[in-house]
């Protein structure tokens, strides 16, 4: 059994911190990988807890992106729950980030909705965890719209269209996510302008289709599918889809996508998105926001 919590040590966690990050979300059961750590703490500011072996058993973190930054990875190994480790970790990201006049967000599960409820945080929408092991989704792109994968001569116009869409500039991690799985990285484009647009990356069980942003439900599926089939094929995906896009949730179950578990979108302090839920369709993850 752990000793006493005051015996764990709080620290900054900086990009030397991923492989221990990465063991911390392994044990927990979660699906990141070394390379997501790395990018978050390159690009982010994290906290962690240290027991006396110099294990890391707790973590949070916060990715700056403007006007708003996005909570994450609060993780804390299941010997050392129960001790108020998480809460305290929160609040620490949370007021490096209001200190800086950013608004704090995140994705949460049912039960930890709860929790951030009392924290400020207000619901903003809904989403839905979907899965499968191998997954046939077929769709055509609309008339007139052409799906190619995505090239480095498409990465400046891409972020410029992904900015209003997500409600800030991301163009880094937009870049990361590209070189991640090029594959299943594709763009839609009608008449010379990008019309959306799907990256994904590979996890540790799954590889995760997102963000899916699109100028409409046609095009967002068409965009999915290529991501599916990119690569060696669809196997094992996740997929977070936004309840706004019924349909394509539907699409997605009828292609063997099963649900797994609901998010909710919350931001403190604030009722109103920061990104268009209109064009939408799936979230990077939410740990990237």
């Not at 599918?225 to 896009?245: E, K, Q, S, V, Y």
């Not at 797994?260 to 268009?276: K, L, N």
């Amino acid at each position: 059994m752990p000793s006493d919590p005051s015996s764990l040590t709080p620290h900054d966690l900086t990009p030397a911190d991923a492989g221990r990050g990465f063991l911390l979300s392994t044990e927990i059961g979660w699906n990141q990988v070394e390379a997501d750590w790395t990018y978050m703490l390159a690009n982010g500011s994290g906290v962690g807890m240290t027991d006396p072996a110099g294990k890391l058993v707790a973590s949070a973190m916060a990715l700056p992106y403007g006007a708003f930054g996005w909570v994450c990875m609060v993780l804390v190994a299941p010997d050392w729950r129960r001790n108020g480790i998480a809460t305290d970790l929160m609040n620490r990201v949370i007021a490096v980030l209001e200190a800086r006049g950013i608004m704090p967000g995140l994705d949460a599960t049912p039960a930890g909705r709860e929790v951030y409820r009392q924290l400020g945080f207000v619901d903003i929408y809904g989403i839905q965890r979907l899965i499968a092991e191998a997954p046939a989704l077929e769709a055509d792109a609309p008339k007139g719209v052409e799906i190619r994968e995505v090239a480095e001569g498409d990465m400046a116009a891409l972020a410029a269209y992904d900015a209003p869409v997500f409600g800030a500039d991301r163009s880094a991690l937009l870049r990361h996510l590209a070189a991640r799985q090029p594959a299943r990285a594709a763009v839609a484009l009608s008449e010379g302008r990008i019309r959306g647009f799907v990256l994904a990356r590979e996890g540790r069980t799954w590889t995760q289709v997102g963000p899916v942003h699109a100028d409409g439900e046609d095009t967002a599926k068409a965009l999915i599918a290529a991501a599916a089939h990119g690569g060696d094929g669809p196997r094992n995906l996740l997929i977070d889809a936004l309840d706004a896009h019924p349909a394509v949730q539907e699409w997605l179950t009828a292609g063997g996508f099963v649900f797994q578990r609901p998010y909710i979108r919350m931001i403190r302090g604030r009722s109103e998105a920061f990104d268009d839920p209109n064009r939408v369709f799936a979230l990077a993850g939410p740990e990237l926001g």
